[in-house]
């Protein structure tokens, strides 16, 4: 039974839905506050939900050594080390849409709260004191909202601001003109945006393009009177700068959810006669935390148990249904690139793998990382389908994928070719019902399936060979279990692929070299890595 953590504050319905998908769970979220814990914890668990204040480091993730999971009940990652849990094979998913709603109304809210200083004037109304001219506000009517990141959130607080007869401009390198025309929203260059916005709402990840995107400069550039709204991330703001415009009064008011260093117990800028500033809630209503759980839970869930990945940030998505459909192809697709991995001595520039007939309308990304991993499992134990492309991609292996109708005698064919320094190698596999066989090695049709232990030898096509190689096992104690061989022309090299019961010693593969005609033999394993 696959174990999950909670280490962070997540909604009870989480637990739930875990218990009842027969997860065994543990609920602990002061975990999450504690590293030293969370690591000596984490070693027997197969999946971890947080939200964003356990902090899931490269330590964290060596040290969960079954985990194959992290599951962010949230949008941002930044509290998750992704290099890190990539190059460990671990996914990571997230749940894009769940708090976007929530996290968009908390935006609206600070814009309201700052054109009306409806929290200082709460304190002084509560303190008794009335200062009905104190607190003059203006309307948000006719106003110019300018949104920087125009994804999930950013497009719901314009649909808002919109609804509000706001004018709502946007900086976003990827919004399409296509989509801002349907968002009613005006796409603008930064500069412009700077230059004309009454108000700016930060919604783009934190990336090293967009740290400090609101830089002393780029505060500068901006109308006098601007209000400032940031329920992204800290970094997104240079606070310091901030602190400077709101003291001169460039920047009439801040409304912050973020900050650069969170827990931010302490802060230059609180106690700040204009900022209004909450502790990270965009994403804390209820209706939130509640689609957030159930959509987390859920997710890890269907990966840990029917191996269906669901936003993933570091894998190509498989939906549940065809999971168990993409499975036989998975493990066909890997135990090609075993294959080919364990027959390839020399380094590899370039895979390309080929789908035939109704492979080629298969969702192919999971298959192609399956076979990249199969190649590189011989040199490399702790690749798998999480990391392979990038593994492949930092040793600069070119990947390829093709596509064919015709798969000639069989439904479906996956054709791998690996293009290495010395050499072009392809084998190409079958599905017989679900069970993956391998039906053409370098040209030479063959149909045998993949056991545990094999033997592959080619030799010159000369009368007597067979039997000099099936006594030669036989003397050495060795069983076999079956025999397939193939040639592409009587007398051309031939290729032999032979399953035995057991390893075939380093002995015995001498005694099998130094026949006569045999060009090279080789053992092979698949299933056991
Ligand atoms: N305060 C809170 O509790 C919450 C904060 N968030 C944060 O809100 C942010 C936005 O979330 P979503 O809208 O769901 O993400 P999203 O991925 O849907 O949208 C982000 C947008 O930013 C744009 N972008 C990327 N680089 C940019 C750049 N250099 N300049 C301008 N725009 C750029 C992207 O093209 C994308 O359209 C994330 O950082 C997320 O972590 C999300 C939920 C709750
Ligand atoms: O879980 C939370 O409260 C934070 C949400 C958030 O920042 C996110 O989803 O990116």
Redesign the pocket.
Known sequence: MPKVLIS?ALSETAVQIFRARGIDVEYAPELGKDRDRLIAAIGEFDGLAV??ATKASAPVIKAGKNLKVIG?????VDNIDLPAATAAGVVVM?TPYG?AIT?AEHAIALMFALARQIPQANESTHAGRWEKNRFMGVELYGKTLGIIGCGNIGSIVADRAIGMKMHVIAYDPFLTDGRAVELGVEKVELDELLKRADIISLHAPLTEQTRNILSAENIARTKKGVFIVNCARGGLIDEDALKDALDSGHVAGAGLD?FAVEPANEHPLFGHERVVATP?L???TREAQEN?AIQIAEQMADFLLRGAVTNALNMPSITAEEAPKLRPYIKLAENLGLFAGQLTETSIRAIEVVYAGAAAKLNTRPLTAAAVAGVLKPILSEVNVVNAPVIAKERGVAIAETYRDDAENFESVIRLRIVTERQDRAAAGALFGATPRIVNIKGVEMEAGFAPHMLYVTNEDKPGFIGALGQTLGAAGVNIATFNLGRSAPGADAIALIAVDEPVSEAVLARVRALPHVKQAKPLTFNGW
């Not at 962010?72 to 941002?76: E, M």
């Open positions: 962070d939200r964003s962010r009940a949230g949008i941002g997230n708090n996290t973020v990270h965009g994403a804390s957030v």
